[in-house]
């Protein structure tokens, strides 16, 4: 889906729709209340026992699963995205694990961020809490069902799943699962649930249920999270659109520099921090850019070149258009600009960046301190590839996605980034001046 | 103003508005450019700079805040409004002493958030950001003007003020002597600008300029705050709506409850952290509510009760309806309700609260503990009064308000909550592995 359809006058059938997601919402906000208080132990041991759940009802998976596939494929979808939608047994061992890995994370809430005594002798806390209601709207990949529940679960969130209706069935069985493993630990079921997928309205109902949904996060083509960050009453954070640039500066090492734009372009050209743009030094221009289109040319890239780049690619390089400098490709395709300063990238950066990871290569101090200071983006890399923006490499275990807006949360979203603040305040009687 | 108004033909005048408020967007976002590389020793000089300059052209300032009083009593304003219009000397020194204060706050930028080598020798860091262009939707309180730009500036943004029109003559003063520093001390005027006031769609033209402002912050009445909020594209923070409750617990001290009653209702009863409901615990209302009742009359306040409340304090008390649970009064009136349990009142909190703040006066561990882990807000006290969710009583020196929400921030709004963060990774030419 690309976009939340608008309906001005609704129908009874919508009606009923809407009342459906409020209904869930409700029962979502009303497990939320008892998921505040659950212990570590007891949210770790449903994590476990859904991992446990998941791998002894693989069958059952499968056969649901079986039956999205055939509908797609009747469907005319693509090889990708039924290679996106398809579950296998070595698959569901992998999500099975993630919930694991998921439980050996230690627990965000209750945490103390900021605290001490004040002169009056109240004594103030802030402490993570869960957020309360998530919402979760996504595209084919039923792993995100699973991957989801684990975060929202671990983080003492409800959540409620809107996932596509190519997915359906597998989501069906899969969510079935989760449930019977938070009734079988003594939590309530309500905690996750999946939303009707079949009428896009749907989203549009849980995007503006504001008061029973805390957080939103839309996870997947740019026309789907542009839709929803528009329409949204309810807070939400945009993810992963990434127009991700690497800057070769006058002082880079080239075999440094060689392999980072390599590994930041191909290495899985479909993921949202994989570089688009490569821009050049042009005191390198001769020395570099031969050596490094070969060898992108070795790796299947397509180069949309500038006018330096065309004359020293020749006829292999794809004139490059306006358009080049704002596209995300998602494939084997590569922009490439020659410049003529560190300032001429920072502001070509400035112009196109999606706010993803911008990656400068350099062995100048004053160089990359400039760029990391005054490049605007969720992470920003100095000799090292692009694709080292996730969760798992910055160390947080996992991700629930990307981030590229400043409010909130800002690059990878772990379980921290899915919990909000109270402040505590203990007291022996205080109040306040007049003054 | 109460609602943003939509016109679905724009005028050409509307046009040229609308342009008028990107072109001071756009060159708001240049400014923050720079700001993002301004030192703490740059800001601070031109936070004195702005306050020494305050002081000494404070004739300039009255002279232009007379004009808008004049207009103001001609159109028929009340005196509160008056006197929330009206500087004098003491009032503009005490806003140059807001600014001094700032200046003397520790500095959130730079500040390392996360941090740490990964197993591949990569070095990330999560370091505090500033947000970069700020807008500010207000009403007329010609302060809000300084302390915004105040705060803004110290934690590197730029910001678009959007003020009253009824306070156009003093916030235009203002702002040319704020921006007057600004030049004098080297940093970009265009960091601090005032937008049109006259005309609503001025404000509807700054909420949607999605990409140019990054966060909008309106200030004000319940209903200007839900019309930014339900019509902004771009990111908001809710702030400021308060129904507070004081619950007095089974085991209450009751000189303490007495105490903390009287001061979260009447020591001022027009700001967001002052309590609209009392709740008692039944066991309780024979030997606290006498007491109390009496003394609320003492300091005026009209108690709005139930039954019980009622048959109590006799014919003073208003029998109170459905709707007075939900009322933010922000007078001298409060609700009182008896409970018969934590439970019941916890329940009735989470129904009516708007999540500002809510306190508890209970000698017992087990209640003090309930309440504070199952009631949803950003605030919640024990033992103390509900005056004290404030940004100065919370230590961090000044706020530029309270905010409701639960993403980003959390109540008191000091520097650090008008800041993002990025992620900072330093390699060696580290790639990542294809797996």
Redesign the interface.
């Known amino acids: 889906m690309t976009a939340v359809a608008d309906s001005p006058l609704p129908t009874p059938q919508q009606d009923d729709l809407r009342e459906q997601v409020l209904a869930a919402a409700r029962r979502a906000r009303t497990a939320s209340?008892e998921l505040?208080?659950a212990t570590r132990q007891r949210k770790d041991a449903t994590l476990n026992a859904m991992a446990q759940a998941l791998l002894a009802r693989t069958a059952e998976i499968l056969a649901a699963n079986a039956r999205d596939v055939a509908a797609g494929r009747d469907a005319g979808m693509t090889e990708a995205l039924l290679d996106r939608l398809t579950l296998t047994p070595a698959r569901i061992s992998g999500i099975a694990d993630g919930l694991r890995t998921v439980a050996g994370l230690p627990d965000p809430i209750g945490e103390v961020l900021r605290g001490?005594l004040?002169p009056n002798g109240?004594e103030?806390r802030?402490v993570r809490?869960p957020?309360?209601v998530l919402g979760m709207v996504y595209e084919g990949r039923p792993n995100v069902t699973v991957d989801a529940a684990g975060l929202a679960l671990k983080s003492g969130n409800a959540v409620l799943l809107r996932g596509s209706s190519s997915a359906e069935q597998s989501n069906t069985a899969l969510v079935a699962i989760l449930r019977d493993s938070l009734d079988a630990t003594g939590l309530p079921v309500d905690a996750v649930q999946l939303l009707p997928c079949h009428d896009r309205a749907s989203v549009r109902h849980l995007i503006t249920a504001r008061g029973l949904v805390?957080?939103v996060i839309p996870r997947g083509g740019a026309g789907l999270i542009a839709a929803v960050?528009?329409q949204a009453?309810v807070?939400t954070?945009e993810t992963g659109t990434g127009n991700c640039h690497v800057y070769v500066d006058a002082s880079a090492?080239l075999?440094?520099a060689e392999?980072?734009v390599?590994?930041s372009k191909a290495?899985r050209p479909s993921v949202c921090n994989a570089a688009e743009t490569l821009l050049v030094h042009a005191s390198l221009a001769e020395r570099f850019l031969p050596r490094v289109l070969s060898v992108l040319a070795e790796h299947g890239v397509t180069v949309h070149g500038d006018g330096i780049t065309q004359t020293v690619g020749g006829p292999d390089v794809v004139p490059a258009t306006d358009a080049d400098w704002d596209t995300e490709y998602l494939s084997l395709d590569l922009a490439v600009k020659v410049v003529y300063s560190l300032n001429e990238a920072i502001a070509h950066i400035?112009e196109h960046s999606s706010g993803h990871t911008e990656a400068i290569v350099t062995e100048n101090v004053s160089a990359?301190r400039q760029f990391?200071?005054?490049v605007?983006?969720?992470?920003?890399?100095?000799?090292?590839?692009t694709?080292?923006?996730d969760g798992a490499?910055?160390?947080m275990g996992a991700e629930i996605g990307i981030s590229t807006?400043?409010?909130?949360a800002?690059?990878p979203m772990g379980l921290a980034e899915l919990t909000?603040?109270?402040?505590?305040?203990?007291?022996?009687?205080?109040?306040?001046s007049?003054s």
């Open positions: 209340a505040v208080l001490g004040q109240l103030i802030q809490v957020m309360g805390d957080l960050v528009e009453t807070p954070v090492d075999d440094r392999a980072i390599v590994n290495r400035a990359a990391t200071a005054r605007d983006a969720a992470a920003v890399m100095v000799n090292a590839s694709a080292f923006t490499e910055f160390g807006q400043k409010l909130h800002r690059g909000s603040s109270k402040w505590q305040v203990w007291g022996d009687g205080q109040i306040r007049a």
